[in-house]
């Protein structure tokens, strides 16, 4: 045996060296600058898509509206990956995403984008949350179509088991939705008598050969932005599949509106300069923290309506009664309104949800001031989460089955609530405001009081 020569050992510190290289190598990968790029080459691709087969986009967020510029995205939507995890699939009644149809409604059909991360081929959403969502609603809303009742998924993705084992548990989605008591004729007349189709497209997909082709009506075509058969990769050291999965932990605080607002300047941007001008860009959008929002009335109510804590500030004198959640009181509505002001101490997030939950026990006294033709306006800092739990206690509080809001009457009968009820009262404020977004800890902390 020939002696052994010192050049071939490897030692530790040489493989550590090696291993920090290939991850120093995996982050400039990953550069916010490739990732910019990247989003910029697969929203082109939707865009492409959308051309072919002559459907309005809408974003499946928050990845998917990384992918569609603001001028072109006709609406939004929230199917959540979770929902389709392998032994985890759902129909949410929390998102119900009944504004898909008003786009449906519109223009015949519609384009839900998404992407997903390195390593898949189509996020979850899209191969599986979505088909059940449509299985679901056909079942419900056409029950004399048995041939539209069959879960729809992509072969190549989903499993004949996986598959099999989804469509075990479509008979309970649809009970569940049913027992929400939605209108189902005027959802089913958005659909102008036709069940929904749904079909999947991705940058191998050839749409030159299909999209002209297509039958559109009630057509809901997934798009997976991004995909790792793509052959971009390999043309493109730099590509990122997925780039915008996951912006919090890269993105400096962009968020896709920004990107699209300000994407010629940010895309010529060398990477080392690009945190100062992202920081210098969200300066000067700190405006967008204080857009107001409209107030939305919670229907079938006529008195409870949901906005933000800034639309508050100026449409206060158009109600009867405020209440907002907050950190600080605003002495400019409590000045004016006197008792008619409840303020909630509470900040934002998963904090102000836990917060919200001693704060609750305070409207259990708004039996004795308001009337049942007082109009109501519940805020919170987005108008999307703290102020959707408040409302929904509140119509679950003080509203009949049809609406009629009678403080006075319903304020004491606590025995009839239950967590069914609070999951259809939860369905008026979600067809009535479908970007509403109550975490899962605000409604945690909204049944906890409810059901005391």
Known sequence: MSPLDPSQLIF??????????????????????NRLHAIKHDA???QSVAEAYHLPLIANERCGGWYTPPSQKAGSAYFKSTDGHYGQWSFS????????????????????????????????????????????????????????????????VVSPSEHAQIEQRLPRFVMELRDLGLDTDSLRQKLRGHPLRVDWVTPDTDISALGANAATENLVLLCTASSRTSNRGADDPGYVQGAADDSESWAHGLNAAMFWTYSEQL???????????????????QKAEKCIRQPVLVRPTKNI???????AEIVYPDFDFVISCSERRSHAIAD???????????????????????????????????????????????????????????????????????PSECGKEATSRNKTLIKHRLSWIMVSMPDAAPSRATLQSVNAFLLR
């Open 12 to 33: 530790p510190s040489a493989h550590g060296s090696i291993t920090s290289t290939l991850t120093s190598l995996k982050r400039s990968n990953l550069s916010i600058s």
């Open 44 to 46: 082109d691709f939707v």
């Open 93 to 156: 009644l929390r998102r119900l995403n009944l504004q898909v149809l008003d786009v449906i409604e519109r223009h015949g059909g519609c384009i839900i984008v998404d992407s997903t991360r390195r390593g898949k081929s189509m996020p979850d959403a899209l191969s599986k949350t979505v088909p059940i969502w449509i299985a679901v609603l056909n079942c419900l809303l056409f029950p004399d179509h048995p041939a539209a009742h069959s879960l729809r998924s992509p072969e190549d």
């Open 267 to 285: 895309l010529s941007t060398a990477e080392d300069d690009l945190p100062d001008v992202i920081e210098s860009l969200l300066l000067v959008d």
């Open 305 to 311: 309506w949901i906005s933000n804590n800034a639309g």
């Open 336 to 406: 004016k309104m006197k008792h008619c002001y409840l303020h909630l101490a509470c900040t934002t997030g998963k904090v102000g949800s836990r917060q919200l939950r001693p704060e609750l026990p305070k409207i259990n006294h708004l039996g004795e001031q308001l009337m049942p033709t007082t109009q109501v306006l519940v805020t919170c800092q987005t108008g999307k989460d703290l102020s959707v739990g408040i409302a929904l206690a509140i119509i679950c509080l003080f509203c009949t089955d049809d609406g009629t809001f009678r």
